[in-house]
């Protein structure tokens, strides 16, 4: 009998890896690499970006995890507050002065100028929600976070837009992939909170790419990983789970004495046929938006005016935010090398409507939009490849804080753990992975305590 099961390789589950590694542990991974939505990868000095890019600092389960594995991560450098809309390109420069900066009508401007002033007091208003408060668990900020403005979406909030004043809150709102008439008002805000205050949430970047992470951790597990291994089941026994799945064709079945379920809430839900009826029902309401990226490597040699710039934001483009993963390396260098690795990014209904595409029409549509935002940018291409995410990411929906308690309780012997269980992305996946180690642990020692005084007991 194993100590543990881990069913998913995503960061959630590579985190409760890393921390179990010494105890007798299998993680099986569906898919035929580790890291979920975390992906990159190396092109010389650069490399491919096509998920997460940006992580959380300061005192964070993310900031252990890179000290504990030994990744190194830097402050993201460059301009995080780049915008390319109606014909103008803004590299830098306070966000409160876009309105007046950006081509449109006067009365775009002023209800613009409304719309941000009352999300502003409201950013004022998270920043307190989101404190962690004396004496309190990170559960409890958590539920109080959730509960922020979570009885209406953020196009309710905020009311009706111009199509200019529209355009620029998309790219922030719907980062999570939700759009706006789907997300909470408290999660809209949160988002701007972040863009605002990025050094008070997101962070860091890892340098040599984000699978830097999962593959370091992946290659430390060894052949505890088990690819192309999917769940269909995961019974709970009285002192033990059955987990039963397929791989290569062939049908397996493991004991373990506990188990954590770092799979998106869908699959949790799917394979996790014994868990409270409430548990299972709460899962079922978790909803994912899409999200398309794509990863482009150039070989120019000169100067080019994305070279100062880590994000871009882009309203009316096939993507909302073109990011430059090349800026990271490029605060290392003494003069400028050839090329450049650009990241683009759909989230929502941009994905909903690239999905219909084959790649080669969703790679042209990006690439005509890159030549309107950067001039000239198609012509430097030698590498484009695109990734499609159907289930992309979990976005908080009004009345998503009523779900928290019953995700969160005792599931007995099954931890569950995922990105879907907080709101803090990345963070969220990496905490409630190291979370669930924690509890396994805990269940594992009381098992060992229990099993010597039966045998002291016997003697």
Known sequence: MRDVVIV??????????????????????????????????????????????????????????FQDTGID??????????????????????????????PMSWSSRLALIKAGAKVRLAVARYARIVELRAGEDEAARQQRVYDFMNDRSFADFVGELSEDAEALFKPTVTRSSGDMHEMSAGAGVGYFSLVWNIGAGLSRSILGGPSTLTESIG????????????????????????????????????????????????????????????????????????????????????????????????PKRSFNVALNMSNIARGYEAERRPGSSIMTFSPASLARDLLELDDDEIRKTYLDDLDQVLPNF??????????????????????????????????????????????????????????????????????????????????
């Open 8 to 65: 998913g390789g995503g960061i959630a589950g590579l985190a409760a890896g890393w921390r179990l590694r010494h105890w007798d542990t299998l993680l099986l991974e569906s898919g035929d690499r580790v890291g979920g939505r975390i992906r990159s990868e190396r092109r010389g000095q650069y490399w491919l970006n096509w998920g997460g890019h940006i992580y959380a600092g300061g005192n964070s389960s993310t900031a252990w995890l």
């Open 73 to 102: 991560s830097v402050a993201v450098p460059g301009s995080l507050t780049g915008l390319a809309m109606n014909g103008k390109l803004l590299m830098n420069g306070r966000v409160e002065t876009y309105p007046f900066r950006i």
């Open 219 to 314: 290659a430390a597990l060894s052949d505890r990983v088990q690819l192309d291994a999917t769940v269909a089941e995961v019974v709970q026994k009285r002192h033990s789970v059955l987990v039963r799945y397929r791989q290569h064709g062939v049908e397996h079945e493991v004991e373990a004495r506990c188990v954590v379920l770092a799979t998106p809430a869908t699959v949790s839900h799917r394979v996790g046929v014994d868990l409270d009826l409430d548990v299972r029902e709460a899962l079922s309401k978790i909803v994912y938006g899409p999200y398309v990226s794509a990863a482009f490597l150039t070989n120019e040699t000169e100067h080019q005016v994305w070279d100062d710039a880590y994000a871009i934001a882009t």
């Open 378 to 459: 198609a012509d430097h291409v030698v590498e484009a490849e695109i990734q499609r995410w159907p289930t992309g990411a979990p976005y908080c929906f009004p009345g998503r804080g009523t779900l928290q308690p019953v995700l969160t309780r005792d599931t007995g012997r099954v931890f569950l753990a995922g990105d879907y269980l907080g709101t803090l992305y990345t963070e969220t996946a990496i905490h409630t992975g190291l979370s669930a180690a924690q509890q396994a642990q805990s269940l594992l020692a009381t098992d060992r305590q229990g099993v010597r005084h039966l045998s002291s007991s016997g003697r």
